[in-house]
Structure formats: structure tokens, C-alpha cells
């Protein structure tokens, strides 16, 4: 007899997101009646263990989705691709975390503490955006909507599991090497793909997935893009600079925003973040209380703080920004939209 | 007999600023005809060597000065406080690295490449401005100088060797600790004298420098204030965000201008920073060319890149800004300043 719930696969089992779906799920108990969880041929075969039950992961096909409620993608552009449309075919609702439909017309980009209501238009994808988007819209959204919002302006620190396990693997072995004082090459970061690889242990490197040809990193104009579309605000100024740092998990992000009303204080920046759902407010300079990634790992929230007037402009406000870009900047944010889907009658168990 | 040239005294020349310093007038074949190497009592009787002779460190008192031409100071606020102005008396002329006199009035504040007219007003006391303004100042007044400037808001990355020695060791043993999973207790960063300690390996702090009432770091302020005092701008618009991050040596600076001027292209910008004075320009984003702290360590120069336009504003460019926070963001500035006073005549040898 099958239990009552959702028939959820997850795709891409293995990665380090897929890993965070799995125990995420897990964790806020969701409904699961039964659970496929699917790999690329290469992963296929090896073992999961979801609430003490032991699943193997099978290769994704397009058979894989028949009878599926929810699948929820994090296995590459490529495969989301390929494997989504044949999910929806099939009746399923897809959760993307790739950037395969996040700019697509018709699919709905959703952050549900922002744009909950975009779930009810979908067309069997809704697409979850990248990691460091996430958490500053949901930073940004309360002070829109008590204040307005005009201009926003990010340099980003973010930390190496956004590019993947091997990444990970890069920045410990490297951090081992230099102390050790011993000889390395790297071969994974900035970008895979990418012609060259740099030292990320003990350094900064300022590009995060391939350049465009005006300059910014698709990393960057996934930012300034997702950030209009996700606030449906297409006339928001958006700028970004995205920078990778030799920290493990969490991103970290500081940003200066411009609002359209007059005269607000910082008591009134703090008491709108206080009270905004998925959002922490940790900002205490006199006690040295301010978010870091170090703090923030395992946890769903976004944390802010170094809330800051600018001294130049009555309408201006500088904001620190941190959370695990593994949870909220991926696996959470995709739960979060299957829970939304429950709640709001889109996926019926 | 006497060599020919001038008595230099280096205070603070155990510390890891001081040590460049004595390394940078050995590389500069700065015209020395006498050495003094001055300490606290903690550090004298060291050794230092200098062009292959052994020189004994030597605690600083009031007449440690008598007959030094130029004392370059880099010992902490208060024995600059106590000790530049005997200096003075004696006829010495003062370049101090510390934050004690540099919005003072009376003391200009230089970076050559950019005010070296002020050092002709200097009435005994120069101050070197703060590493991550330096850096950022060299950048911006080329440019300042071609299209105007009006609003700076920068967020940095800031190396641990901006907090000396101790906090070096810090970041190697708690990564070493992180690395073998082992426990270990923070006890220098973000600022040995501040309440609380947290771990900087791995991690990025959002504090440099204790917080003022507005908010702000000293740190932030410091930029904010010297950057308006070197670039003789009062009415600049200029915000910072500071950062440490797990880098050893090396600072980087993500920053948003807006120049006067309309109508400006990138290639124009890059025009510029090409041809000025201490900049080198490493922007190729499809050769993956940009500058790193890891490869500007040991270099004088200021390296930019990541040029952008921005997308909503015509006058607004972003830029990538690195440089080694102990040459050019402290010794290396200071000895400069020491070559332009001899090349002005207003030290004669």
C-alpha cells in the first residue's frame, strides 16, 4: 500500500545540492509518498539514505517521470534541458536549479518570501534563481515595499560549494598546500571550462562563471537580470560585481541601495528587516554583532546587517548580506517553492 | 668618514610594515649615509640586516633623533603621537605611516602620484594615508583628472597582514586547525583590542577597525575622509564597506564611480589608467586577465581591471582595484614620499 503524499524525484541526487534537496526534504518532513532519485550514468548506482531508508540512484530518462508530482532539477543546464520538458509531459511539476528557463517568458522565477504569487502562472517549470540573487532579494523585498526601491549596487564574496564538490576539494587541498609550502596547479576555478584556472586558496578572484561581451560575468547579469524580473521591477538599476573568496560555504554580499522615499532613518531600515519572513536581522555594531558565513551554515535564513546610512545621500543605505548559498541559495528555495505549490493548491497529494 | 647622503631613522622596524620599509630603501638604493633602527623596548636589541650590514634595534626615545634627516614612522598611533613631534624639534623630517595626524590641518596627507605638491606646505610632519585609500586614490585620479568625479563607493577585501604579524600567524594556524579539524580559539581579528575575536580562516568579517556611533567602521571612515582630503575633493560622495577577508597579503577593492563627464567609454577609462603614474592595467576579461592579491604580492603598483560601464548610468563605471597593502599601501608610499621630498629639495642630503 503506498503512503499518502507526493511522488518527488530528485535529479542530480548526487551534487552538493542535491545532497542539501534530500535532506531538506527530510528535514521539513514533506509529504513524500515516494521518492526516485535520478543521476547522470556516471553517478547512477550509488547509494542515498533518506530518513534512515537506503535508495539507490537510478540514471534520468524520460520514463523516470511517469507518475512524478514534483521534480526538482539541480544536474546542469543541459540536463534540465533535455529532461525537464519531457517531466512536464509526463505531468510533473518541475523545480529547476539551473539557469536552463530563468529568463524564459513563461516561466515563472520564484523566491517565495518576494513573488509567491507567480507560482499560480506556471506552465509545469518554475525556475529557482542563482544562489547570490536569492538571498539579496530577500533582503530587498521589505524595503521595497515600505520604501520604494531605485537603485541597487552589489559586490559579492562568495564562497566556493557554489561551483560544485570538486571546487571544495580545490580550496581545501590548495589552503593545505600553501601552508605546507608545497607546489599546486589549479584545475577547477574561476570556471571549469574556462581557458585558465587560478589560486583560490588565500586569494580573491573577481569573475564567477564565463565573461560577456560587455564585460560582466553571466554570473553578474544573472544578478542584475533575475533581480528585475524576480521584483518585477524592469526599471530597477541593478549593478553587480561577483567575486569568489576561499570560504567553503556561504555568501556574503555588500550592498548600497537608493529607495524612493525621504527622510527614512536607519531605526526604520531595521524595523522593517526585523520583521520580514526569512530574513534575520544581525546588527549590533556596539556588541560586534553582524552576520558572517562562517555563522550562517545549515541555517534557511538570510541574515543583514551593517545597516548604514549613507552620509551622502538622505535616500541612500548600505546593507551586509550573508547566507548559505547551498540551503537558501538553492536546495531551500526549491523545497520552499514545492511547499508553496502544496499550500497554494498548484500540486494536489 | 661619512658616506655621502642622509641620516634615516625607521621606527617600528621590527614590525611587518617597518621591515618593508628597510627592505624597500635597500631596493630603492635610497641615498643613506646613516641608518637608525628604532623599536619599543618589547623589540630592541633585534637584528635587522640591512644591505648585507647587522643593525641592532634600538628603543625610541626623544633623542634618537638628534641629526636625522627623515624618520619614517610605523609603530602605532600613540608612539607617532609622542615621538614625531620630538623628532620635528630635533630637524627631522617626519613620514608617519599611522593614523595619528592625517586629518590633522596642519600635516598633509600624500600619495605622490596624486597631491606630491603638498609636501611643499609640510611643516615637519607628513602623513601616509591608510593602505586601501592609497590604492584606491592612485586609481581614481587619473581619472578624476580626465572626466571629473563625483560619487566613490567602494566595498573592499582586505589582506590580514593589514592587522600585522600576530593576525598572519592567526590565519595560518586556524586554517591549519579548520584543515585537521581541530578546535581552535580566535584572539586577534577583527581588532586585538576590540571585546570580541572571530574566526577569519575560511570566513569574512565585515569589520576592520572599531565601529563609530554613525555605524561605520574607522576603517570606512578613514577611506571616506582621506580619500576627500588626498584628492582635495570636500565635496566628493564617497561610502566604504570594509572586509577582511582569509588573504595574507594583498588588498582588493570592488568600486562604483560616477565621473562629471557624459558620453565616456570603457576604452577611454582604460586610456587613461594605461598611461598613469603607478597603475598597471590588467583588464582582458576574454583572456581571463584581471588583477589578484596572489599576484601582486612584492609589486610597488596599483593593478586595475575589470573595467565596466555601467548599464543604467552613462557616468557610471566599475572597477576592480588590487595592490599590496604593505608596499604601496604602506612602505613603499613612504619611502616615495621620502624620494620626492629629496627630488623637491625640501630634504637635502
Redesign the interface.
Known sequence: MEQKGLHVAVVGATGAVGQQMIQTLENRNFPIAKLTLLSSERSAGKKVVFKGEEFEVQVAKPESFEGVDIALFSAGGSVSKELAPEAVKRGAVVVDNTSAFRMDENVPLVVPEVNEEDLKWHNGIIANPNCSTIQMVVALEPIRKAFGLK?V?V?T?QAVSGAGAQAIEE??SQ??AV?EGKEFTPEIL?VKS???H??IA??????IDK?QE???TFEEMKM?NETKKIMHMPEL???A?C?R????T?H?E?V?IEIEKAGVA?EDVKSVLKDAPGVVLQDE????I?????DCVGKNDVFV?????????DN?F?L?IVSDNLLKGAAWNSVQIAESLLKLGLVKA
Not at 588565500?202 to 569573475?207: D, E, H, K, R
Not at 553582524?290 to 562562517?294: D, E, G, K, L, R
Open positions: 537603485k549596487i559586490s564574496y580550496l581545501k589552503a593545505k601552508l574561476p574556462d581557458k585558465k587560478y589560486q588565500f586569494n580573491a578572484i573577481p569573475q565573461f560587455n564585460g560582466f542584475i538599476e541593478v549593478a560585481t567575486v573568496i576561499p570560504v567553503i556561504g556574503s555588500s548600497y536607519i555594531p556596539a556588541e560586534q553582524y552576520p558572517m558565513p562562517a546587517g551593517r545597516i548604514r546610512k549613507d552620509l551622502d545621500r541612500g548600505h551586509w
